[in-house]
């Protein structure tokens, strides 16, 4: 692909279009940017990346693939002015929230169409995406969306009503993670510790954690009790956890994700 055109300039467009760009992926000049009225946007995004946002209509008939990247609310009227401007066969690759691909295709037209929902790390090439596609996506396009997701982390094919899942812990996981820090950060400090010392001691134990997830054979609950001794600190702690229920607030926290997700799709 020569020219992708983004559809819309919000913070997980700035995420891809970075990743992408640490990746080779694609240059700078290969990437378009356009969204609806926010013109200072487009100048930040066209100094800190060098990407073009100077969009003629040409552009739109040139694109090898667009990326639906506007807010969610915007997307049908968006996709109402985009249909008259692009191409009969150009594929799309969706990443907005609750916006099926049928409601997409209702709009531009039967044609190939991917449906994806990584996330914010995806900046630094270690996102976590879900993706879906439609049938009109050949196999060379599967593994083209495939390919393109991977180079800014970890992809995954699911079905597509799995998206709302996907939406609830991957796409809107660094935010849970990021408020842990938050906590984290804030009792450490209230313990006696700097921010600083907190923030390296607890970000390097999730990225230790994370790996050792990844490598072991043993389930999280075998993991745990490993470093859990009886009568330990830990056990103190985990004790702490159940007392203030900590699993049911977890689930509450996916679970109302999730059906926010289907509400949205519901509302478009």
């Not at 134990?205 to 490598?215: I, S, V």
């Not at 072991?216 to 056990?235: F, M, N």
């Not at 007392?243 to 799709?265: D, G, M, P, T, V």
Request: contains cysteine; hydrophobic residues 45%; aromatic residues 6%.
């Amino acid at each position: 692909m020569k020219k992708i055109l983004f559809i819309g300039a919000g913070s997980m467009a700035e995420a891809l279009m970075q990743g992408w760009i640490k990746q080779n992926v694609f240059t700078p000049h290969e990437i378009y940017v356009t969204n609806r009225s926010d013109k200072e946007r487009l100048q930040f995004l066209h100094d800190t990346y060098g990407v073009q946002t100077s969009i003629e209509d040409a552009i739109y008939q040139q694109a090898d693939l667009i990326i639906l990247a506007m807010k969610p609310k915007d997307a049908i009227k968006a996709m109402l002015e985009l249909k008259n401007k692009m191409t009969e066969h150009t594929a799309i690759l969706s990443i907005l929230a609750g916006i099926a691909i049928s409601t997409i295709t209702e709009q531009l037209g039967l044609r190939p169409v991917a449906r994806v929902m990584p996330n914010t790390s995806a900046t630094i090439g270690m996102s976590a995406s879900g993706i879906a596609f439609n049938a009109q996506v050949s196999t060379t396009q599967r593994a083209m969306f495939l390919q393109l997701l991977e180079a800014v982390g970890s992809v995954i094919e699911v079905e597509e009503d799995q998206l709302h899942a996907v939406t609830a812990l991957s796409g809107s996981g660094p935010a849970y993670i990021y408020y842990l820090m938050e906590a984290f950060e804030r009792v450490g400090m209230e313990v006696g510790l700097s921010k600083d010392t907190v923030r390296l001691l607890m970000t390097q134990t999730l990225a230790g954690t994370a790996e050792m997830l990844k490598q072991s054979i043993d389930e999280p609950d075998v993991l745990r009790k490993k470093v859990t001794s009886p009568g330990g600190t830990t056990e103190a702690g985990i004790k702490a956890l159940e007392q203030y229920q900590f699993n049911a607030a977890i689930e509450a926290c996916i679970k109302e994700a999730e059906a926010r997700s289907r509400a949205l799709a519901k509302s478009k």
